[in-house]
């Protein structure tokens, strides 16, 4: 199908007005006429207890490497693993640490790591040229120099990285600082992470394999996976949890909720705790966003069970056309821990915009024209311009602030974008949703564009100089080649 054809026929513009509960429009479809559709999420028994992934702390080995895992019930799949387990370890620091990890390419293609909105030196932070080959290592040093958030690590080898990060090499990066300390969050088994991703699955093989189509779109899974195993549950406790979610899949955007009537308190984004938590019945969050949510379980009967769900929240995209459960939670006995929720979490200063010295647009609605293909000669593009390693697409100064804006109004996908190496703060949406949601109202390092939207960002640039890259993290689009090169000097 030609790609004009194909968007007509999905007409996927329609999603921007879709998104908050209160825009929330009628669908016309009901979901039993859409059961068998492509991609439509198969949810599994929730019978199968959720895993854990291990803590490492100060150091790290990961061995990349092909092994398996029963991440569907009851049958092993080849997967692609940092070890043993079927997610990566969760690397916890402290700001002020330096971290050493030793990488192990035990895989027969490049892999690299890049670590997901931590602040870091160029030789350091993952960039698509720094790969290690096949059977070689590399010795990574992280000098952990930024605030306490969830954030976490990839692969970043160009045209592999969907690829590795859909077979499962992810994990979670921790930083704590004094600050969070203080708060006295839930902690311990009452901090959970929860790391999503989408799988399709052949048989008992894992399937990863777009189409031209699906470049377009994004490869969306039918089994929806936490912490590596499809359809879980939770045994918790009637008290306070803090939920570290993350969105490591490809493509797939989720509309998180909890059924029960129980409220998500957002206490967090991307670069850590917000000013104050926020409140909502749902939440977006795009690929390679975190949310960091308090969840209040007391008052809830021993034995009730609620569900960690995604809600609709577009009838005209495939993705968002669906409601479909993660997580169960089973309520199984009472917390002697209380927990009083804060009014006040953290300090951010705002910046100002009147120190920015340069305002940068950025096209992400556009397509080169090409006929696109995986790891191709590309079709998502940024302004014009698909993803050259050897091209610096533009220069900043080290220490300077500049607002860049992410411009999605004539587009019809959905692009989350990510600026590697900085924390940036949103400044405005426009169009579409035309508001920032509670998770955007901190730092952030990933912003999702609906098409439709315009997105303004803010940032200071750090001290130190190279080559770094912003990109879709859409990774069907980025590994298309959606992603530029910004050198700081
Ligand atoms: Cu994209």
Redesign the pocket.
């Known amino acids: 199908m030609k790609r004009r054809e194909f968007l007509r026929r999905s007409s996927v513009k329609g999603i921007t007005a879709l998104t908050g509960a209160s825009l929330f429009l009628k669908a016309c479809h009901t979901e039993e006429d859409m059961i068998g559709e492509p991609n439509w999420v198969v949810q599994g028994l929730f019978d199968r207890p959720l895993p854990m992934p291990s803590v490492v702390k100060q150091s790290a080995t990961l061995h990349a490497q092909r092994t398996s895992g029963q991440l569907l019930k009851g049958k092993m799949t080849e997967i692609l693993s940092y070890g043993t387990e079927t997610i990566g370890p969760t690397i916890q620091s402290r700001m002020g640490e330096s971290i050493n990890v030793a990488l192990h390419n035990e895989l027969k293609e490049d892999t690299n790591i890049h670590w997901h909105g931590l602040i870091l030196p160029e030789d350091m932070e993952g960039h698509p040229k720094d790969v290690t080959a096949s059977g070689a290592s590399f010795r990574y040093s992280l000098p952990i120099n930024q605030r306490a958030g969830a954030y976490w690590y990839h692969p970043h080898a160009h045209g592999s990285t969907a690829s590795q990060v859909f077979m499962g090499l992810v994990g979670m990066f921790i930083v704590n600082d004094d600050e969070e300390t203080m708060l006295n969050l839930p902690s311990g088994d009452f901090e959970i992470p929860l790391i999503i991703q989408d799988k399709r699955f052949d048989g008992g093989r894992l399937d990863y394999s777009p189409t031209e189509e699906e470049i377009m779109t994004g490869y969306l899974g039918e089994q929806i996976l936490v912490n590596g195993l499809h359809a879980p549950f939770l045994s918790v406790a009637s008290g306070w949890y803090r939920l570290r979610i993350l969105n490591a899949s490809t493509a797939r955007v989720y509309n998180l909720g909890i059924t029960g009537g129980i409220h998500m308190n957002i206490i967090g984004g991307d670069g850590g705790l917000l000013t104050a938590p926020e409140t909502v019945s749902s939440i977006l969050v795009a690929p390679g966003e975190r949310i960091d949510v308090l969840v209040n379980f007391t008052d809830h009967p021993a034995g009730k069970e609620v569900y960690l769900v995604s809600n609709r929240f577009s009838e005209y995209n495939a993705q968002g056309r669906q409601s479909f459960n993660l997580l169960k939670f089973k309520i199984e006995r009472t917390s002697a821990h209380t927990f009083t929720l804060p009014q006040t979490l953290s300090h951010i200063k705002l910046i100002d915009q009147n120190t920015s010295v340069k305002t940068r647009t950025f096209d992400?609605s556009g397509m080169t024209g090409g006929e696109g293909g995986h790891g191709g000669s590309g079709g998502?593009s940024i302004n014009g311009k698909t993803f050259d390693m050897h091209r610096i697409d533009e220069t900043v100064q080290a220490g300077t602030t500049e607002i860049w804006e992410f411009d999605n109004m004539m587009g019809d996908?959905?692009?989350?974008m990510h600026i590697h190496s900085v924390q940036f703060q949103i400044l405005h949406r426009m169009g579409g949703r035309n508001q920032i949601i509670a998770s955007e109202k901190g730092w952030k390092d990933t912003v999702l564009v609906m098409p439709g939207e315009k997105v303004q960002v803010i940032m200071t640039f750090p001290e130190h100089k190279g080559v770094f890259v912003l990109h879709?993290h859409?990774l069907e689009?980025e590994d298309d080649g959606?992603m530029l090169n910004f050198r700081i000097v």
Request: aromatic residues 0%.
């Open positions: 992400i998502h996908e959905i692009h989350p879709c859409n689009h959606m």
